[in-house]
């Protein structure tokens, strides 16, 4: 059974940091592309960032681009969201999803995702 569990959100004040890590089980990681996506309240669903199987490539949406920072550790199976600089408007539930696609380059789409977590909060306060 695969399973993808997120931790690290919480509340914190606008320009501080956190760092999200998901831990999928149940697949082979190092196969999997990996996403992470956040849904506001009252808003749709919207990709975040991805990274490729081996960490080599990554692509983020430009509401995080140069404060966020997707990265991966194939070797403890777990992919990491380093959050700095936070806005208000990063106030989201942040999921974590798979693909399995060991070519993948990372996608923004969220119908090629496999797997999906629980979801974690992140507020940001101002």
């Known amino acids: 059974q695969v399973q993808l569990v997120e931790s690290g959100g919480g509340s914190v004040q606008a320009g501080d940091s956190l760092r999200l890590s998901c831990a999928p089980s149940?697949?082979?990681?190092?196969?999997?592309?990996m996403g992470w996506f956040r849904q506001a309240p009252g808003k749709d669903r919207e990709f975040v960032a991805g990274?490729?199987?081996?960490?080599?490539?990554?692509v983020y949406a430009d509401s995080v681009k140069g404060r966020f920072t997707i990265s991966r550790d194939n070797a403890k199976n777990t992919v990491f969201l380093q959050m700095n600089s936070l806005k208000p408007e990063d106030t989201a539930v942040y999921y974590c999803?798979?693909?399995?696609?060991?070519?993948?380059?990372?996608?923004?789409?969220?119908?090629?995702?496999?797997?999906w977590g629980q979801g974690t909060q992140v507020t940001v306060s101002s």
């Open positions: 990274i490729n199987s081996r960490g080599g490539s990554t």
């Open positions: 999803a798979a693909e399995k696609n060991p070519y993948g380059l990372g996608s923004r789409r969220e119908y090629e995702y496999n797997y």
């Open positions: 149940g697949v082979t990681f190092s196969s999997y592309v």
